[in-house]
């Protein structure tokens, strides 16, 4: 019997597996990619009797895998946020699945787990711009302001470090980067004493930010902004958690961020409005490579000629809401 582990290379797929580890450890097999390498499970092959674990990627992009996980015979446990479609019954698989916009992965592990590692909930909520749920959670953990702070601090680079085209945009890759922070207990202790991993984070987070910034928006109205970055590593990296930082500066509006391609298309994030946060998954699923969840999403491929399509559709889609 083996354990495979598949997860997300995001803040809350990182955080997700580090609760349910430190809460069951086992040694196992680490299947996980970028933020947007979702189609996991078409790596694994698992025989009878193994133990499956997947977090915080989409079961209906992993149908097929999942699938034939199950009819060779192994336990599957799925965890996960993201729009789901019909989910299979099969007295092997257990799905804990809720597609609420203000919930997400971390959270769900840190309800199974009734709060035993409920700091690194808080970081994965807070990697996945849910603020408020973040800060729900926290409440009871006695935390100073500071504290928090240091946390969404984390949650935020964990996060930017897993957007890119390829493991070699990324700062760390997600498996190496999950092995440095699976020892420890608690965020901080992690902050603490692998102090060259987050400056590392930090400082590259910073400076890619600053570089967004200084790039004026291609649309902007009431209701919708859109802003185009280049086909740099440094752009690749930031799409995500730019994205994010738009949706809290300006609440009340949607807005699309997209990253040009070598191939000349482009890889689209999609924030809805904080302040409704609804459809981004339904709008993305539009679009052949799209897909996501109400909250956020995006479209892996847009092609070049679509750009003012896409435009128009995304005025129109948040602009009559």
């Known amino acids: 019997m083996a354990y495979i582990d598949v997860f997300n290379g995001d803040a809350d797929g990182l955080c997700s597996l580090v609760q349910l580890r430190n809460a069951n450890p086992v040694v196992s097999r680490l299947v996980t990619g970028v933020k947007r390498d979702i189609d996991l499970l078409d790596r694994v092959t698992v025989s009878e009797g193994d133990q499956l674990t997947v977090l915080d990627v989409s079961l209906d992009k992993n149908r097929v895998g999942l699938k034939a996980a199950l009819e060779a015979g192994a336990e599957v446990t799925y965890v996960d946020h993201h ?68 946390l969404e601090n984390l949650g935020i ?15 760390f890759d997600p498996e190496a980067l999950y092995r440095s ?18 400056s ?49 500066d300006s609440p ?9 391609k070598q191939n000349g298309n482009y890889l689209v994030s999609i924030r809805a409005p904080l302040n409704n946060k609804r459809d981004a998954d339904e709008f993305c699923r539009q679009f052949a490579t799209g897909g996501g969840r109400a909250a956020a999403a995006g479209i892996n491929d847009l092609p070049m000629t679509s750009l003012t399509n896409f435009i128009d559709r995304f005025q129109s889609f948040y602009g009559n809401m």
């Open 83 to 150: 729009f789901a479609g019909d989910i299979p019954q099969h007295p092997k698989l257990t799905a804990h699945i809720n597609t609420a916009s203000d919930v997400c992965t971390s959270l769900l592990v840190n309800g199974m787990l009734k709060g035993q590692f409920a700091e690194w909930a808080v970081v994965g909520a807070f990697g996945d711009n849910l603020r408020n749920s973040a800060v729900a959670v926290a409440k009871p953990l006695d935390l100073s302001a500071a504290e928090l702070e240091l």
């Open 181 to 198: 922070i699976a020892p420890f207990a608690s965020p901080r202790a992690f902050i603490l004493e692998a102090k060259e991993t987050f």
């Open 200 to 248: 590392q984070l930090e400082e590259g987070y910073k400076n890619d930010m600053r570089a967004a910034s200084e790039l004026p928006a291609a649309h902007s109205d009431r209701a919708t902004a859109v802003f185009i970055l280049p086909d740099e590593r440094w752009a690749r990296r930031v799409s995500g958690v730019y994205s994010n930082d738009l949706a809290n």
């Open 252 to 260: 009340d509006r949607a807005h699309a961020v997209l990253t040009e």
């Open 157 to 171: 680079y964990l996060n930017y470090n897993g957007y890119g085209a390829s493991i070699e945009d990324l700062h």
